[in-house]
DNA sequence: TCCGGTGGAGAACGATCGTTCTCCACCCCT
DNA sequence: AGGGGTGGAGAACGATCGTTCTCCACCGGA
């Protein structure tokens, strides 16, 4: 097993751990014997606990944001678009190991202790409000429908997470088609 | 010193030290230097550690709401007092010391190891969400419109912990205000 | 004045965890 | 065939932490 694997296992081991249990309530050993690579291996890839997180934020930030574009790419107007986000995150929370937003949660646990992962946050969600923005301007909405938007999507995960209910992405898109009309 | 104020003072030391760093960041040690109680008195009070837990949280559930429901009380108008959610939210989120709900972050951080804190989080979450509800109805409003308002609102508060500005409160009013109108 | 019990200070214990080290098997190169 | 280096298994180390225990000072009642 090369190198470029044997990263690719760690990785996968710790994002299904650290997202379904949090990072502190996961041990290195346990990674080393989910990912079946020997714990001198994981350090030689990452020399500390704290650059396992940082690169699985990062890695997690980049498919997330691509499944979502993937996803809304496919409606059929600029309009339309705007509303596959909510429809999207429907089937998320539909998922049966859904768990909220993954960096809202690493936010909570270690946002005031570790700089990294407080920026790894910030940046995940700078993106995703940018990313907003351009679905708006896309459809030649003012851009303040922007940060609305945004913030009904932001509700949404959050309330689906605790509440352990898909519903709240149907509340949002309602909200939201709804501010899009005036 | 008597058991109820050696209670308050534990509990005080301990709203702030896991509100501000989280709580597996927090040693019982420094609940004890921090309150002036003796690690044997926090023991007797709260036997373990989960405990004090619970206790926090549902001090600061109950606290939150109270302070919440007496700002929004001062509004004119059934319709101002429903935007005054917001308001109070800003101020809330300009606090040197706010860093988001300490429910959502509790729930990052312990919410898929201990059911005492997933729970007390759905229950302040929901406790909200009928706040709201109330409010919605006192103003002669559609009832479909209490969930994208609690929706604005959690979104904020998660945006501007993650942010570190107060400025999605505004927002959220804003599109509040808009929901209002149609 | 003695005494039992309450409470404080802090050591001690046991478990967990991040990280490193030891020891050994294997394998490529000459 | 021999040797050096890579990697695996797992023990070991040191720190932290939740929890308990020890020892002692104090204090109200006989």
């Known amino acids: ?46 020399p500390a606990k704290t650059d396992l997180v940082e690169a699985y934020l990062l890695r997690r930030d980049a498919r997330w944001r691509a499944d979502l574009a993937r996803f809304v790419a496919d409606g059929d107007s600029s309009r339309e678009r705007i509303l596959r986000v909510y429809d999207w995150l429907e089937r998320w929370f539909g998922e049966p190991d859904f768990r909220g937003c993954a960096f809202v949660n690493s936010y909570g646990e270690m946002g005031a202790v570790s ?42 995960i959050t309330t689906a997470a605790i509440s352990g209910s898909p519903e709240p992405a149907r509340h949002a898109r309602e909200a939201a088609a709804r501010l899009l009309e005036a």
Chains 1, 2 share one sequence.
């Open 1 to 46: 097993m090369d190198s470029e694997m044997a990263r690719a296992r760690v990785l996968d081991a710790a994002e299904e751990l650290f997202y379904g249990r949090g990072v502190q309530a996961v041990g290195m050993d346990e990674i080393r014997s989910a990912s079946g690579v020997s714990l001198k291996r994981v350090y030689q890839l990452f």
């Open 115 to 156: 700089e990294a992962v407080a920026r790894a946050a910030r940046t995940h969600k700078e993106l995703f409000q940018r990313y907003v923005a351009g679905l708006v301007a896309d459809a030649g909405q003012p851009d303040r429908l922007a940060a609305p938007l945004a913030l009904l999507a932001e509700g949404a």
